[in-house]
């Protein structure tokens, strides 16, 4: 199994932080300080993004799979009973993490593997589309970023308040996204896949959808019929899909939440 590179901080109840296709554990940055006051965060590099080793050639790079890389991982730290909070991928990671083993809750920011049959052709010309760009027009697109427009231009698709990002944080997903070496083989494992519920899931399980999402789109890409009934539906105004850096207090007031789940128990069943 590949080795994994994380950030520790904080302390209390340990909270696992995953993310997107193409970026890294950088991503959570903005709300880490505002979570290490309450939690032990761990921040993880999924296989292949940001300083983690790739997969091992001989095994596929599915969410389940990668789903095991963090549970070794987790296991290595002595971590038995988490909370999980996931992003895109790393949102579809969370959710085959928690139906191996054990987790106090579950968050999903924008989660992906949430549609009917394989990944909707939309969602993989724009992430394509996006890499390639990355990719190799690296050197324009850092330039860009420095303008407000030119960080409308090259983020606009995954965040929905672009304006409020910064030159730094828009050259470091471009850099992030052309080239971390997971991107390319992550994408082709997961394009004929989707999440199936094989287990229950045992812990309280929030899903949240920035309402500038133009990724995942409505009638493609957020189907709940795998969640567990008791699955709470949140929205996350002015947000995108990564919505991290769109609203950091809120995303962190949304993971608190959700993690306060755990000792208090929510019956309420899902939003239609």
Known sequence: MSHLAYD????????????????????????VPALSKHFEV???????????????SDIEPTPANLAAAVGALLDDLGLSNPHLVGNSLGGWVTLELASTRPAASVTLLSPAGLW?????????VSLRATRSLARYAAVPLSHLVNHRLGRAFVLGQSHGRPFHLTPDYARA??????????????LKATAPRRFLATAPIDAPVTVAFGSRDLILLRRQSRHLDQLPPS???KALPGCGHVPIADDPSAVAALIM??????VLPDITCRAA
């Open 42 to 56: 761990i921040a993880v590099d999924l296989p292949g993004f940001g300083d983690s080793e790739l997969m091992p």
């Open 8 to 31: 520790r901080i904080g302390s209390g109840e340990p909270l696992v932080l995953l993310h997107a296709l193409g970026l890294s554990r950088r991503t959570w940055d903005p709300v």
């Open 173 to 186: 997903a471009i850099r992030s996204m052309g080239t971390s070496p997971g991107f390319d083989p992550v």
């Open 231 to 233: 699955t709470q539906l």
């Open 116 to 124: 009917r049959e394989a990944t909707p052709l939309y969602c993989r």
């Open 257 to 262: 939440e959700s993690a306060a789940r755990a």
